[in-house]
């Protein structure tokens, strides 16, 4: 998937603001969402900057804006059946989500970024070496499979399940075995492409079982797959296409539980669940990665995190002017005090600062509130307009 601080990175060096930014990722995720007001209150987030990023990625591929809707429409057509129900097993996840989110965001970044070397250098490789590449490629596909998706493969057939009307024990459904939940959705004649992956067709619990048995043999250059009583045979390149299509499969129900995330936003609060879509429960290296995306739609680079007993400060750098003399009115200081309440929203911390820095003068002004206040904001007993007022300003130098 492109790297979407990458792409804001670029965006930025080639002078696009912030609202050009803005424009074309709501442009972007609209033929997703029933709440367009949605992204455009959450569009900031890392969340939805990184759904724009997977569109970028899969631009070329036709099939994926209807494999998406097809896994949308089950969440909504659950919601419609029997909404309470539906929101109850969605909830359930949100703990789960960001708990697989901890997981995978090392081991996506690591394995990945070796698999990819590792195949774009193939000739230069080994015996050993293309060995080695063969096993790390069967592995990821074991661990994505079973740490992401197969989590998510239960609450969506609870969710199928409940539109089609029938009994469910989401308690039952968690202990069912991951192939007998794919064939369930199977015969259900839905999310075809997302279970029966690639060239191939072959089931993604197969898929997972042939990794996790290791029902495998390598030789030179090819690796044979043996699941129930079939072969077949690939080489690494073959390899790394089914690669592709299982990792496509585990972006898009991603995806789609974020687009129902924010497009439900409004609901959680109705049945006293999460009051808005943001995970609580990431780690801090996921939450500073999140944070240093959503800097960069407004032209900071996040330069620190800094945590203490009683408060988180970050120390933002402008990347639009070089200098507090070029800001006159004080936008861009004041703009750098609106990412109090989501770095509150993240750390839940019991007070927040801001640090803004310049190229020219370092770190040269402060904001900070104390939590007490973000969570009146957050619970809706105060206005945007009080929430502001409890910022504190200070300087931190005397040139100004």
Request: hydrophobic share 40%; with cysteine.
């Given at each position: ?34 709440d367009i007001s ?92 293309i060995f080695d ?226 190229l020219n003068d ?39």
């Amino acid at each position: 998937m492109a790297d979407i601080d990458d792409i804001l990175t670029y965006l930025n060096e080639n002078n696009f603001k912030s609202d050009d930014i803005k424009k074309n990722v709501v442009q972007a995720l609209s033929p997703y969402f029933l709440d367009i007001s949605a992204i455009n209150k959450f569009w900031t987030t890392p969340e939805l900057l990184t759904f724009f990023s997977f569109l970028i990625t899969y631009g070329t591929d036709k099939k994926l804006h209807d494999d998406l809707l097809e896994v949308l429409s089950h969440y909504r057509k659950a919601f419609l059946s029997d909404e309470q129900t539906a929101f109850s097993i969605f909830d359930k996840g949100f703990e789960n989500f960001s708990n697989i989110e901890n997981m995978m965001s090392s081991m996506k970044t690591k394995n990945k970024q070796t698999i990819l070397a590792s195949i774009n250098s193939i000739e230069d490789l080994n015996k050993n070496e293309i060995f080695d590449l063969f096993s790390e490629i069967m592995d990821y596909i074991g661990k994505i499979i079973d740490l992401s998706i197969t989590p998510q493969t239960r609450e969506i057939w609870a969710l199928i399940s409940i539109h089609k009307n029938k009994q469910i024990d989401f308690e039952k459904i968690k202990l069912m075995k991951f192939g007998i939940l794919v064939q369930n959705i199977i015969d259900a004649n839905t999310l075809r492409n997302i279970y029966l992956p690639g060239p191939l067709g072959i089931r993604l619990s197969d898929w997972r079982n042939i990794s996790y048995h290791h029902d495998y043999v390598i030789n030179d250059n090819s690796v044979t797959c043996s699941y129930k009583d079939k072969q077949f045979t690939l080489t690494i390149n073959e390899l790394s296409e089914h690669l592709h299509f299982i990792v496509r499969s585990l972006n898009i129900l991603y995806i789609a539980r974020l687009v129902i995330s924010f497009d439900n936003s409004e609901k959680f609060v109705k049945y006293k669940t999460l009051n808005n879509p943001l995970n609580t429960n990431l780690i801090d290296r996921v939450l500073a990665s999140g944070l240093k995306t959503s800097l960069l739609t407004q032209q900071f680079r996040l330069e620190e995190v800094t945590r203490t007993e009683d408060c988180v400060t970050i120390t933002v750098f402008d990347l639009s002017i070089n200098s507090i003399s070029k800001d006159e009115n004080m936008e861009r200081r004041i703009h750098s005090s609106q990412f109090l309440f989501q770095v509150w929203s993240q750390y839940r911390s019991k007070k927040v600062e801001v640090k803004y820095s310049t190229l020219n003068d370092g770190k040269c002004f402060s904001s900070s509130i104390e939590s007490g206040w973000c969570e009146s904001f957050s619970n809706g007993d105060i206005s945007i307009e009080e929430l502001a007022s409890k910022v504190k300003f200070t300087k931190l130098i005397k040139t100004f």
